[in-house]
């Protein structure tokens, strides 16, 4: 739980060994990278579409252990390393071939992820020759090419048919998710929201660590007694403070129970607990349930008119109705004002697409009205598809901001 979103990073720190044995640790430019990996591992004489389908499983591999904080959760000052045993072949000063340096040129800020997941897509591979394993097979992959297969069709055959391509992801230096300073009873914020999310998802394989609810993103009494016996089980000083061990920890123990690092990952989701409907929300109520709602319609009024933009206080006011009424009608629900199940979870469904819809690269933000079609179900309708999906810019942004707004994963 590095980051909220994934990003290239602009270099990473390569070691030249096992993990667990000294070696030298080489940084290089993020492309140089897969250039390199990709030289060392495939051949320049294969189809274009196999060498483009192994370029995205080197990068996609690369970036789940950046994402993941694989090496530093466990105390390395390190990304990856050169060991197959481990990782990926990473060979210092090698010759790399042109037709590979184009490609990686072209697509080096591009990866694979399956749908709905945020953690780029753990994409192990092998020879399939003289090693095989559950992921792709380079020889297999060149065979698909010389059958007619293109890059996405050989990643789908070998991952499955449910992993999409993210394009142009952002740039920027690596970033440690730590905060830098030890959060406690009284912090406030996305770092304490994020510490409840990763409490409450390990709390599921280890019982004895409280459930917190509701999760605020408020360090109260609740989130420091799950603290405390997070840190008792674990072996840590039992203080209710999550410093830079308490933290590794339990980002540690995050990505292992969610599998984020193997090809089998349950997935880190962009919504999921805070999105779910909570029980009926109507004018006078106040709290977390009105904050998302206001979340999402302030979020929706960046694609249409006729949804003013609102504030987004916790207050469901007079504001906050009319929004509703507002969008109840455009969707075809009874305009009450009242946000019910159907209600709630149509502006949930619309939500989590406009989300991706503002951070493609390809599409901006469609008229509201002129990208929605009638569903199957007949409750309300939903955004059209665009072409390919882009990535989240990198920038802190807040709630009710214009433009790009912030996501709660899970």
């Known amino acids: 739980m590095a980051d909220i979103f994934p990003y290239i990073p602009k270099t990473i720190t390569v070691h ?20 390199n990996v990709a030289s060392s591992e495939i051949y320049p004489t294969w189809e274009p579409a196999a060498i483009r389908a192994n370029i995205l499983a080197i990068i996609s591999f690369a970036l789940n252990r950046v994402y993941t904080e694989f090496y530093p959760s466990r105390g390395y000052d390190f990304q990856i390393t050169a060991s197959t045993a481990y ?36 994409a192990k591979f092998c020879n399939g020759t003289t090693t095989t394993c ?14 007619g297969y293109n890059s996405m ?14 394009v142009d992801a952002p740039i920027q230096d690596i970033t440690a998710s730590y905060p830098g300073v030890p959060l406690r009873l ?14 409450n998802r390990i709390s599921q394989n280890y019982p004895a660590i409280p459930k917190i609810s509701p999760v605020t993103g408020t360090f109260g009494e609740p989130t420091e007694a799950a603290v405390k016996e997070f840190q008792r089980i674990f072996n840590l000083t039992p203080d209710g403070v999550v410093g830079k061990a308490t933290w590794y920890q339990m980002v540690f123990l995050y990505t292992g129970v969610l599998r984020l690092s193997e090809l089998v990952s349950q997935g880190q989701t962009f919504y999921g607990f805070e999105f779910q409907y909570p029980g009926v929300v109507r004018e006078g109520d106040t709290g977390d349930a009105v904050r998302i709602l206001q979340y999402m319609l302030a979020l929706l009024a960046e694609f249409e008119d006729a ?10 006011g007079p504001q906050t109705a009319q929004a509703v009424r507002q969008y109840q009608s455009l969707v075809g629900l009874i305009p009450d004002g009242i946000v019910g199940e159907a209600t709630w979870n149509s502006l949930y469904s619309h939500a989590s697409q406009a989300y991706f819809a503002l951070s493609r690269d390809t599409v901006r933000a469609q008229a509201f009205r002129q990208s929605i079609t009638p569903t199957s179900t007949g409750q309300g309708e939903r955004f059209a598809d665009t072409p390919r999906l882009g990535q989240f810019p990198g920038q802190d942004v807040g709630l009710g901001q214009n433009d790009h707004q912030k996501g709660v994963m899970v």
């Open 186 to 199: 009284g912090a406030v914020g996305d770092d304490v929201l994020r510490i409840q999310v990763m409490l």
């Open 87 to 122: 990782d990926q072949k990473f060979i210092r000063g090698r010759n790399i071939f042109e037709n590979i340096s184009q490609m990686v040129d072209e697509i080096f800020n591009n990866y694979i992820r399956r749908q709905g997941f945020v953690e780029p897509l753990s």
């Open 153 to 166: 069709e050989i990643l789908r055959t070998y991952y499955g048919d449910d992993i999409e391509l993210v």
């Open 16 to 35: 030249m060994g096992p993990p667990d044995q000294w070696a030298e640790n080489v940084t290089v430019s993020f492309p140089d990278y897969v250039k």
């Open 307 to 316: 949804l003013l933009p609102i504030t987004v206080d916790s207050v469901f």
């Open 134 to 147: 559950d992921g792709l097979s380079q020889w297999g992959s060149q065979d698909l090419a010389k059958q």
